[in-house]
T-cell receptor, first 114, second 114 residues
Framework: AQSVTQPDIHITVSEGASLELRCNYS??????LFWYVQSPGQGLQLLLK??????LVQGIKGFEAEFKRSQSSFNLRKPSVHWSDAAEYFC????????????FGTGTRLTVIP | NAGVMQNPRHLVRRRGQEARLRCSPM?????VYWYRQLPEEGLKFMVY????????ESGMPKERFSAEFPKEGPSILRIQQVVRGDSAAYFC????????????FGPGTRLTVL
């Protein structure tokens, strides 16, 4: 069965510090991989996605993520966090064939302290 | 190009009433997905529709919930005889093509059942 695990429910970092949000997945084959961000009371915005090719993908707002097949991981990173990055972050996986629905992790809430 | 639109943004219903949630996909998108987000949880897939067809409703509760995407007009998620446990944020997403395409999310409808 498909599943996405985000082991960190809540992370607090200082502004300017580096950030890594973890995501592990369980899937029958290599899925499509996504990171979304959700600000309070808002919908989800796509940060980046991995379909194929280079396993290090660049996204918007200075985020990047690395797909590691051997570890079934797709961790999100940012070298220097800004106060405006405070939000909920969701990792998601989708099938390469057939059904197109996404499976989401439970999210990681990021707090940024000045 | 307008994004995915959902209305109402907030909906309050008493137990036993009906809730109708509307979703207008992005222009040119013919695939619509509905997700539910319970408090403190990630999004859970409910149903995937194309124009006039339900493609996958494996995530939809068997009773009281229904969805449609008519040839003309928005997609509708209908919840009959709402109960308190239906209180959640309901998100609609749309995509232009099949598996792997980015899904663009609407701002969500927050349903509160009193």
């Amino acid at each position: 069965a498909q599943s996405v695990t985000q082991p960190d429910i809540h992370i607090t970092v200082s502004e300017g510090a580096s950030l890594e949000l973890r995501c592990n997945y369980s899937y029958g084959a290599t899925p499509y991989l996504f990171w979304y961000v959700q600000s309070p009371g808002q919908g989800l915005q796509l940060l980046l996605k991995y379909f194929s090719g280079d396993t290090l993908v660049q996204g918007i707002k200075g985020f990047e993520a690395e797909f590691k097949r051997s570890q079934s991981s797709f961790n999100l990173r940012k070298p220097s966090v800004h106060w405006s990055d405070a939000a909920e972050y969701f990792c998601a996986v989708g099938a390469r064939t057939g059904a197109n629905n996404l499976f989401f992790g439970t999210g990681t809430r990021l707090t940024v302290i000045p | 190009n307008a994004g995915v639109m959902q209305n109402p943004r907030h909906l309050v219903r008493r137990r036993g009433q009906e809730a109708r949630l509307r979703c207008s996909p992005m222009k040119g998108h013919s695939h619509v997905y509905w997700y539910r987000q319970l408090p403190e949880e990630g999004l859970k897939f409910m149903v995937y529709l194309q124009k006039e067809n339900i493609i996958d409703e494996s995530g939809m509760p068997k009773e009281r919930f229904s969805a449609e995407f008519p040839k003309e007009g928005p997609s509708i998620l209908r919840i009959q005889q709402v109960v308190r446990g239906d209180s959640a944020a309901y998100f609609c997403a749309s995509s232009p093509l099949l598996a792997g395409d980015e899904q663009f999310f609407g701002p969500g409808t927050r349903l509160t059942v009193l």
